[in-house]
């Protein structure tokens, strides 16, 4: 009876998938979309990560930008793993933690892209959610872990699900040269298994005691949101 209840089904209401940094997230991904259609060079130009705009020309904005510069594939893909799988982060934990898990993983593999560029001598524009996409999957796995959620017409662990299209990810950038720097956006799947594992670290950590030399209480966390 316990393993027929862990896989009962049940479709999340609009209040659950819409939360607050989703909503925020999603508006930007298609404000980002509705700007590249009417301007692509514009837009492209200024938001998209360009190793030689950041490097010199100070366009370093384009870090936490590029992420919102999508097409028509990217913005489905990406924002349907934000709103399903990201909905479902941010209810599990606050909004400022799951848009800091965002931040974090844009920042981190758009600095990597540009030391992919240098190491490559090769300058190629970036652009799309792809690695914050791969983060928020690497977090679901490790987060909810041996629960089950429907994928396709079947139910799976989120840890298989996650491992699936990380490894479905890393074989696709192979299709796309050159090599190295395409794997740099699935990189960001680790970016995101060490976020939660440091922020999980750092809630373990008991809280400081008063100097009067007592604690507020025995085996007291201290929440870092």
Not at 150 to 178: C, D, K, M, R
């Amino acid at each position: 009876m316990g393993e027929m209840q862990e896989i009962k089904l049940a479709l999340p209401t609009p209040e659950k998938l819409f939360t607050r940094g989703v909503t925020i997230i999603i508006a930007l991904l298609v404000a980002g979309f509705l700007a590249l259609s009417f301007s692509p060079g514009a837009v492209s130009g200024a938001l998209a990560l360009s190793p030689y705009g950041v490097l010199h020309h100070g366009k370093i904005w384009q870090i936490v930008t590029y992420p919102f510069v999508n097409g028509g594939v990217g913005l489905v893909c990406n924002g349907l793993t934000v709103l399903f799988i990201g909905s479902a982060i941010e209810r599990e934990w606050r909004t400022a933690s799951f848009l800091w898990l965002w931040l974090i993983v844009s920042v981190a593999c758009a600095i990597l892209w540009i030391l992919v560029s240098l190491l490559m001598n090769i300058s190629v524009t970036g652009s799309g959610a792809g690695a914050c996409s791969y983060g928020i999957i690497a977090v679901m796995g490790v987060l909810f872990r041996r629960r089950r959620f429907l994928f396709f017409f079947a139910t799976l662990e989120a840890q298989h699900i996650a491992i699936g299209l990380i490894a479905v990810g890393v074989i696709l950038s192979f299709a796309v040269p050159p090599v190295p720097i395409a794997l740099v956006w699935v990189a960001g799947a680790l970016v995101g298994y060490v976020y939660i594992k440091a922020r999980w670290s750092l809630q373990a950590r008991p809280a400081a005691r008063p100097r009067g030399g007592r604690s507020g209480g025995k085996g007291q966390f201290v929440d870092i949101d």
